[in-house]
């Protein structure tokens, strides 16, 4: 079992930068497929990208891509969403979600271990 958690959420301004931080306890993370997911009121959870544990391939949804960037670092065991030019609607809260030797997953149903979520909010 591997346990998540989130950091870096907060208020930014729109056309401002986050990076959100993924990182887990006890279990490498490199052995994970990891996904970022948003929420927001209202709204269903939505994938926002994801990252294969074996070759690093990655996944951006047509919202973010060009803006965000999904990047792991196997020495911290995090995995990290840069969020560049960021936009109201970019508002949510947001997940990282894990699956033990996953690749390009963009089903919340695929994903089996989930972080408490962090707040994002871009003001206009």
């Keep these: 079992q591997v346990q998540l958690v989130e950091s ?3 208020l930014v301004q729109a056309g401002g930068s986050l990076r959100l ?4 306890s006890e ?4 052995a994970y ?8 009121p209202g709204k269903e959870r939505e994938v926002v990208a994801a990252i294969s544990w074996a070759d690093t391939s ?7 891509k060009g803006r965000f ?4 670092d196997n020495a911290k065991n995090t995995v990290y969403l840069q969020m560049n030019s960021l936009k109201p ?6 997940y990282c979600a894990a699956k033990f030797l996953g690749r390009l997953l963009r089903e919340a149903s695929d994903y089996g271990y989930w972080g408490q979520g962090t707040q994002v909010t871009v003001s206009s």
């Design 8 to 10: 870096g959420g907060g």
């Design 21 to 24: 931080s993924c990182a887990a």
């Design 27 to 30: 279990r490498t993370l490199s």
């Design 33 to 40: 497929a990891v996904g970022w997911f948003r929420q927001a």
């Design 58 to 64: 990655t996944y951006y949804s047509d919202s973010v």
């Design 69 to 72: 960037t999904i990047s792991r």
């Design 89 to 94: 609607e970019d508002t949510a809260v947001y």
